[in-house]
């Protein structure tokens, strides 16, 4: 297959990527898509090659790639004079994913500080609980920030050295 050459260890990669992904709550077929879209030898993987070089259903992989779409890690894209759909590795995924983590953190860290307000401070076992919650959000909404900034800039300077 084109889209993911049969060399030694790659399907172990995308077990491997399929099963990490699994852990982390996304389906381990959409995990085996974005493996072989990690190792594709192509810029572009059509549906029919992903599902011939994962031996899986065509449907299967559509239900997946709008999920993985869905997700912010894998974007659709046409080719001029074909009606097939191909899909790569978004550009900027991983800023974009831990962006999406920070709005989940943040938007918890608002619900927790809702629940600090519905019990007694100081004295209660649910304060405490709630408490240390709260401060470690805290603690990621105020750093992140400057580590997403140090981020960008490293990746902006990197072509230069």
Same mark, same amino acid.
């Given at each position: ?93 991983? +800023?974009?994913?831990?962006?999406? #983590?920070?709005?989940? @953190?943040? *938007? =918890?860290?608002?619900?927790? %500080? !809702? ?7 100081? +004295?209660?076992?649910?304060?405490? #609980?709630?408490?240390? @919650?709260? *401060? =470690?959000?805290?603690?990621? %909404? !105020? ?19």
């Amino acid at each position: 297959m084109g889209a993911m050459p049969q060399r030694a260890g790659y399907q172990r990669f995308v077990e491997d990527i399929s099963g990490a992904l699994e852990r982390a709550g996304i389906p381990r077929i959409a995990g085996r898509i974005f493996g072989l879209l990690l190792l594709a030898d192509a810029s572009e993987v059509s549906t029919d090659e992903l599902a011939t070089g994962l031996k899986a259903s065509r449907g299967s992989v559509s239900t997946m790639t709008r999920l993985l779409i869905q997700m912010g890690l894998v974007e659709r894209v046409g080719k001029p004079g074909e009606r097939r759909d191909y899909f790569r590795i978004k550009a900027g995924t991983w +800023s974009n994913v831990l962006k999406s #983590r920070m709005d989940q @953190i943040i *938007e =918890f860290h608002d619900v927790i %500080e !809702r629940g600090m307000a519905l019990v007694t401070p100081k +004295s209660d076992q649910a304060y405490r #609980r709630l408490k240390e @919650i709260h *401060e =470690f959000y805290l603690f990621f %909404e !105020r750093e992140f920030p400057a580590l997403f900034e140090r981020w960008e800039q490293y990746s902006r300077n990197k072509g230069r050295s």
